[in-house]
């Protein structure tokens, strides 16, 4: 079976912080995703990496996805009250995509 | 265009009702994916429609099943319902042209399920 696991499970940091969020498995992904859910919606995806060192920027985000295709971080620069809400990471293996339990991100003005 | 439709947005059930939940793909997807997300966890993979037929299934019981219809639109049935069943349920859709690791979901807002 393949799992996620997300770390920390939450984590509250004043604005204007770094910080660093963690995605491992034991396993080997196709490819791995990261989605914001917010609460009262459905999760949103931010982006998906696919080779193994591969890194992408989205703004004041930064994804990582591991050498070897087993784990993935997300760092975040000068965090904003607007980055605040649940990071899930996803997993793309066997034909389906399963998810991490999520880090809850709250961001104090 | 519309994202992906869900409804009901919230309904409350009884332990032993059934409840059917429905979900109308993004414009342009032809596959729909059920998770249950269960209070402070990720979303848990149930099945996957594509084609008409289930084509990947989670680690979840009978009580479960599902249906697509031609227009790609499908619903979730749950029979026996059980307390531990509350959750929300959200439907995801995707294209099944694309090599599958390069799939994107699309998620609705989901369907909030509270079983008393």
């Known amino acids: 079976t393949q799992l996620l696991e997300q770390s920390p499970q939450f984590l509250s940091i004043q604005e204007g912080e770094n910080l660093t969020v963690y995605c491992n498995s034991s396993?080997?992904?196709?490819?791995l995703q990261w989605y914001r859910q917010e609460p009262g919606e459905g999760p949103v995806l931010l982006v998906t990496?696919?080779?193994?060192?591969e890194v992408k920027k989205l703004k004041r985000l930064t994804f990582q996805f591991g050498d070897a295709r087993k784990d993935s971080s997300l760092h975040i620069t000068a965090a904003q009250p607007g980055d605040t809400g649940l990071y899930l990471c996803?997993?793309?293996?066997?034909?389906?995509?399963?998810f991490g339990k999520g880090t809850r991100l709250h961001i104090l003005p | 265009d519309a994202g992906v439709t869900q409804s009901p947005t919230h309904l409350i059930k009884t332990r032993g009702q059934q409840v059917t939940l429905r979900c109308s793909p993004k414009?342009?997807?032809?596959?729909v994916s059920w998770y249950q997300q269960a209070l402070g966890q990720g979303p848990q993979f149930i099945f996957q429609?594509?084609?008409?037929?289930?084509?990947q299934r989670g680690n979840f019981p009978d009580r479960f099943s599902g249906h697509q219809f031609p227009n790609y639109s499908s619903e979730l049935n749950v029979n026996a319902l059980l307390l531990g069943d509350s959750a929300l349920y959200l439907c995801?859709?995707?294209?099944?042209?694309?090599?599958?690791?390069?799939?994107?979901?699309?998620f609705g807002a989901g369907s909030r399920l509270t079983v008393l």
């Open positions: 995801a859709s995707s294209s099944g042209t694309l090599v599958f690791w390069a799939n994107v979901l699309t």
């Open positions: 396993s080997v992904f196709s490819s």
């Open positions: 990496v696919v080779t193994g060192g």
């Open positions: 996803a997993g793309a293996g066997d034909d389906k995509i399963i």
């Open positions: 414009s342009g997807h032809d596959t």
């Open positions: 429609y594509y084609e008409e037929e289930e084509r």
